[in-house]
Structure formats: structure tokens, C-alpha cells
């Protein structure tokens, strides 16, 4: 059985503020060896349960946030930005399951660190009408390859979103959320230990199914005007309102790379503290 891991940060054991999960920042240098550790006990786990081939994909801001050199040397690491699929590269790698570790609740959603691409600047975004997080677009991806979510990882509002989008997932909450930057924190010799178990059971689900290929819709709201004129020149994408876009496209292969785009011309026109 192969698996792929798509490991994001904000909902790593302990991460509760925006300096644990900053590139270069003394927390950021300490979360690195918490996130690895809930990576390793979730590969553990999977190789338990009868996986024997796991791929471990980068997700979070720079995708070079693991330590190569304390994982678990069953597994392969791709790392670095700019992949075809972003979070969800792989998925087209013929693997029967994918387990999202370290996942956060979607922009306008409570939760620890909560948003969808963009840190500050989408206040929401929405996939054929339902609000959606990073893990409802991947999950969503992931269909179209026939691949299943085996289990989703993060605070409590996290496993809640997940209990929508994939219901058959195993959710894990390694933290309880209080606000955007505070949470109840369970130590990592539990948490890992909570993480080892789940991922066992969860291959008990592996396996693929039928591709589901279908025609999609995201609208994306900003919170500000300038952000959805410069994202509406990316053709097919439409101004719908004075701060949100949105655009259709064929499948979720094709909505997810426009979504890219989108995210990325609006981020270039962030000015400083005036956003």
C-alpha cells in the first residue's frame, strides 16, 4: 500500500501563534522538531497498519519546514515550493490513501491560526457554494483521483471541518482551540501516541475507488478591493463583488491550479501595512 502524507504546520502539536510557524524565528526552529515528530508517529503508524511505501509531501509557506535528518527512514520526502499540485502533490502518484497532518481551519472559520492560502488576506473561500478550507479543496482533489482521506490531523475545529468533508476520516486533535493564537496543548509523548494509533486504524481504509471527475466553482472574498481587481485580470476569473472573485472550472485538477494563480497575484499586491 503506498500513502501520501500532505504535512502543513499551523495544526502541529504546541503551534499556537504566527512566530512557531515563521521561517527563521528561534519558535520556528523549535516547532520544526514537534511538527517532525507528529509526521514520524503518523508514518509509524501507517506502516503498522500495512503501508509500505509512504511519501511525505511539504505543505507548509516555504515547504521546507521537516528535518530530513530526524525522519523516519522508511519514507520520502519532496520538498521545496512550486509544484504542479502544491499541498497535494502526489496524488496522481497512484498511492491508496493520503492523511492530512498538521491542518488548520479555513479563512472566516475559528480556529488556531485559521485560513485558507493566504495568511490574513482571504476572509473566505468557497467551493460550489460550501465554505471551504485547505482540506475541503484537497480533499476534493484527492476524490478526483480515486484516492481516500484516511485521516486528518490538527486542533479541535480542525477534525470538526473534516467530519463534513471526509466523514470517514480518522480525526486527530492535538490541541483544543481557544482563540486564533491560544489552545490547549497536549504534550507530544501523547500526542504521538494518539497519532501512531489512528494511523493504524485508519489503513484499514485504504484503498481506491472510482475517480470522481466533475466541473467545480470557487469564489474567493478578500479584504480588500485592490486584492480582487488585481486577481479578476487572471482570465476567466470574474469580479463579483466590490471584494470577491470567482471562477469555474472543468475539474478540481484545474480549479485548485487557478486558484494558485489567484492567490499569488493577490499576495503580490499586498502594500506593506496597509495590506
Sequence with gaps: MRILISADMEGATGVTWTDDVVPGTPQWQRFRHLFTGDVNATIAGLHTGGANDVLVNEAHSSQRNLLLEELDARVRMLTGRHKPLSMMQGIDSGVDGVVFVGYHAGAGADGVLAHTYLENQITGVWLDGVPASEGRLNAALAAEYGVPVLMVTGDDKTCEDARDYAPDAIGVAVKECVSRYAAIC??????????????????????????????????????????????????????????????????????????????????????????
Excluded: C, N, W
Design 186 to 275: 497536549t504534550p507530544p509523548e501523547r500526542t504521538m501516541t494518539s497519532l501512531r494509533l489512528a494511523a493504524e486504524r485508519a489503513m484499514e481504509r485504504a484503498g481506491r475507488y472510482e475517480p470522481r471527475r466533475a466541473p467545480h466553482r470557487i469564489d474567493v472574498e478578500f479584504d480588500a478591493t485592490h486584492l480582487a481587481q488585481a486577481a479578476a485580470v487572471v482570465p476567466t476569473v470574474e469580479q463579483t463583488a466590490v471584494r470577491r472573485v470567482g471562477f469555474d472550472a472543468p475539474d478540481m485538477t484545474g480549479a485548485m491550479k487557478a486558484f494558485k494563480v489567484v492567490t499569488a497575484i493577490a499576495a503580490g499586491a499586498v502594500q506593506g501595512i496597509y495590506g
